[in-house]
């Protein structure tokens, strides 16, 4: 198991990424993706944070898993504005085992570090200030497969599309920051489930398969995921809708339940709704303000 500090909300990250984008006049390359604290801007207000907001280490919200503080993250050499809208990093890795409003707490470090946004995302983001922080959260040999089976997936994903045909145009790479690549997010969907097949095999068939449709970057996007768990033989579904930081989230438990909740610009909780209209007015019950 190994043992990894938290990430608290005011910790500075950056990292390596690989920008190529072919313009009429000469090639515009970025290399760098800027310092940056946990709780960066463009990722607040467009509601991409996983933070806790009861659960504090030295005052400050503790990071949680699927946190992401793009976009419009700072890049160079020559911070070329499409790669601001397409900007991303987030955690790979988390601690299945501590979890806090309901989430597993992030883990980043050397040896498990964010993943950026590039022509082909790459595990190359560090956090350089978490390593004075004094609560510390362990992971399990399962959640490093999980952490590398990610790594894979993006991998493979990110490779396939550069084959088929790398983004030449502005058009393109707006589409996609937009949400407008139905063919990524296809070639995503079926390697995902390949690694969660495999995952599930490697946890003795405990970890649930999940086939998860994925479209859209900072701005606007579209999440479906339906799984099935082998040890209950049940079935569950997730549906997330993101357009600039109005998110609506719709998910349907393995008891048949339905729960709808709705986030705001800056992680705002607003009240949600099971689907026999009652209000729920208890942020608990929806997970963290994302």
Known sequence: MAKVPVSIAGDISSGWNNHVMDTQFLPLYDYFDGAATMDWVGGKY???????????????EIVLDTHDLGP?????????PLHLLKASRKNIYSASTVVAVKKPIACVDAEHPLMLCGDVAMPKGFNHTNAQHSVFVGTTALDESKGRA???????VDSLMLLMGPAKEPIDVAKDALGADPIKAAVGAWV??????????????????????????????????????????QWSGKDSKNTLG??????VDKDGVTRRSN????????DGTSDNGAIIRDPAKWGPRL
Do not use: C
């Open 263 to 270: 986030d705001g610009p800056g992680g705002e909780m607003h």
């Open 72 to 80: 419009m993250l700072p890049h160079a050499p020559s911070n070329y």
């Open 192 to 233: 995902g489930l390949q690694t969660s097949i495999a995952v599930s095999r490697k946890s003795g068939w405990k970890e649930p398969i999940s086939l998860k449709m994925e479209s859209g970057g900072g701005f606007a996007s579209r999440n479906t995921e339906i799984s099935y768990d082998p040890k209950t033989q």
């Open 246 to 251: 109005m998110k609506e989230e719709t998910a």
């Open 46 to 60: 467009m509601s991409k944070h996983s933070l806790a907001p009861s659960v504090l280490h030295k005052g400050q």
């Open 150 to 156: 990610e790594i894979l997936k993006t991998a493979i």
